[in-house]
C-alpha cells in the first residue's frame, strides 16, 4: 500500500501511544489529511486533520489537549501523539492522504486498546 502504519497496541489508561504513518513514496505525490479511527460496531470518525504543511490541525472534540497530530515532510511520514489515553480510546487507528495518481488513500489501521 501507499500507506504504512505502526504504533499501536495495548496501554493502561492514563498512558501514551505514538502512532506513525509512512508513505511508501515521496511527499511530492502524497499529501497527509489526517487520523481516523473506528471502534467496534460504530463507524469510522475524525481524530485529528493536518494540513500539508503542518501549519494548522484540527481535531476532534473528544481529544483535544489529548492528542497532538504532527508531520515530518523530510521522512514523508505523519504522526498521532496520543497522552492519557482513555478506555474510550479503543479503536483501530487509520491514516488518510491524498495520493496524486490513486486519489484517497488510507493506511492498513493499527489496533489501539487502552485497559481501565
Known amino acids: 500500500g501507499q500507506l504504512v502504519e505502526s504504533g499501536g497496541g495495548l496501554v493502561q489508561a492514563g498512558g501514551s501511544l505514538r502512532l506513525s504513518c509512512a508513505a511508501s513514496r515521496s511527499t511530492l505525490s502524497i499529501t497527509f489529511l489526517g487520523w481516523y479511527r473506528q471502534a467496534p460496531g460504530k463507524q469510522r470518525e475524525l481524530v485529528a486533520t493536518i494540513t500539508n504543511s503542518g501549519g494548522s490541525t484540527n481535531y476532534a472534540d473528544f481529544v483535544k489537549g489529548r492528542f497532538t497530530i504532527f508531520r515530518d515532510n523530510a521522512k514523508s511520514a505523519m504522526y498521532l501523539q496520543m497522552n492519557s489515553l482513555k478506555p474510550e480510546d479503543t479503536a483501530v487507528y487509520y491514516c488518510?492522504?491524498?495520493?496524486?495518481?490513486?486519489?484517497?488513500?488510507w493506511g492498513q489501521g493499527t489496533q489501539v486498546t487502552v485497559s481501565s
Open positions: 488518510k492522504a491524498l495520493d496524486l495518481r490513486l486519489g484517497v488513500v
